[in-house]
């Protein structure tokens, strides 16, 4: 099984595109469809990283690229893919990070902590909303947002793949 600590979100499907079981992947901002050089991609389902190969991606336009998986032979099993997260290996993306600045997408998969609360969950996801980027986290299924913002953060230990976030009262 894949671990999602090896591999990097590069974006969501959206939906479907006509009945041959074509998505949209709506790709995070430091991608385009030159990254999508891979035979393979993983949907998070589950709860768990699948991997699907990649038969031909092509772009709709500036953030969406449709994509047609092997496994998605109709738009009803494309359906139940709606909302999946889209993950590449790490390895695959590792020549653009080194060229790259940072990005908050380098920090999903790590652990939480917060000053004067202590453990609040794990980065699952980041959530782009228009000109305000959230962190989705989960702790003990319930889901935490916290707004991508410098000064919220107080630390971050790549060895122990840990955040370290300084909050406002009241957000959490």
């Known amino acids: 099984m894949i671990e999602k600590h090896t591999c990097r979100q ?3 499907i ?16 430091e991608f385009s469809i030159e990254d999508l050089d891979s035979e393979f991609l993983f949907l998070e389902l589950d709860g768990g990283l699948v991997p699907f190969y990649l ?7 500036q953030t969406d690229v ?9 738009d009803q099993a494309a359906l139940k893919v709606i909302d999946a997260p889209v993950y590449m290996p790490k390895q695959e993306t590792e020549a653009e990070e080194e060229e790259a600045p940072f990005s908050a997408y380098q920090l999903v998969g790590y652990q939480c902590q917060a000053v ?13 909303i228009s000109k305000n980027p959230l962190f989705e ?4 299924g319930e889901e935490i947002l916290i707004p991508i913002v410098d000064h919220f953060i107080a630390g971050i230990d790549d060895e122990k793949r840990e955040v370290v976030f300084d909050l406002p009262d009241g957000l959490i």
């Open 55 to 61: 038969e031909e991606a092509r772009e709709k336009n």
């Open 10 to 12: 590069i974006g969501v």
């Open 14 to 29: 959206v939906k479907t595109h006509g009945i041959a079981g074509e998505v949209v992947v709506r790709l995070f901002s």
């Open 137 to 140: 986290l989960e702790h003990d």
């Open 116 to 128: 004067g609360y202590g453990y609040i969950g794990e980065i699952v996801a980041i959530r782009e």
């Open 66 to 74: 449709l994509v047609k998986l092997e496994q998605l032979a109709n």
